[in-house]
């Protein structure tokens, strides 16, 4: 499995509060959290917003299984062209790992149609993040509810389409809930986005949040093409209208 984790790399250089969290950058815990919950054999790799192409050329893409995007306030500067060309490569079949505020990007309006807008935020409320569908890969191993002692509440509603699956559910303590957990099919490609990741807390280093991401990866990868069993010539395969 190959992925890349895309990151912004603004607010990391622009404000301490940022810094002082992630003084490297979100994509250098990000990585550091999926090569150690999937393994040597995952290749993970880093592309940053203000390298050419953003990072994401095609044939970067087309050696990506699995994207992670996250982005804030620079995200009206990614090009159209790249955007387009991570559309493209979702609907043939690359999952797509929209986090936090990344919600309103224009990669993700250009998948869902839909802006993303939230009914108000607020930095700092401790959050409870439930899990509803229990049974769904994304929340294997994931205690029910995961503490964030400190995060940012983004309000409902939320300019979303309704999730093909509702994987999570967010409770803050001024009393609002979010959709914060959710996973949409696009084409041939699997979408989740996942809204725990405020950049002045410590969210991407607490064990759970780590879990979630690497489950997300694993759901979002594309399984392996099905291979064309032989035939005599001349012969249909059994069971050929299931399969076909």
Known sequence: MNVTVWNEFYEERKFPSVSSVYPDGLHVVLRQALVEQLGPDAGVRVALQEEPEHGLSQTVLDDTDVLLWWGHLKQEEVSDEVVERVRRRVLDGMGLLILHSAIGSKLTRALLGTSGDMTGWRHGDSELLWTILPGHPIAGGVPNPVVIPSGEMYGEPLDIP?????????????????????????????????????????????????????NAVRWAAPPPEPQPKATRQGEWPKNWWAES
């Not at 959709?179 to 607490?206: K, L, M, N, T």
């Open 162 to 214: 309704a999730p093909d699956e509702l994987v999570f559910i967010s409770s803050y303590q001024g009393g609002e809930v979010l959709r914060s957990g959710c996973a949409w099919f696009r084409g041939r490609g699997r979408i989740f986005f996942f809204a725990p990741g405020h950049e002045e807390a410590p969210i991407y280093f607490q064990p759970e949040i780590r879990r979630v991401l690497a």
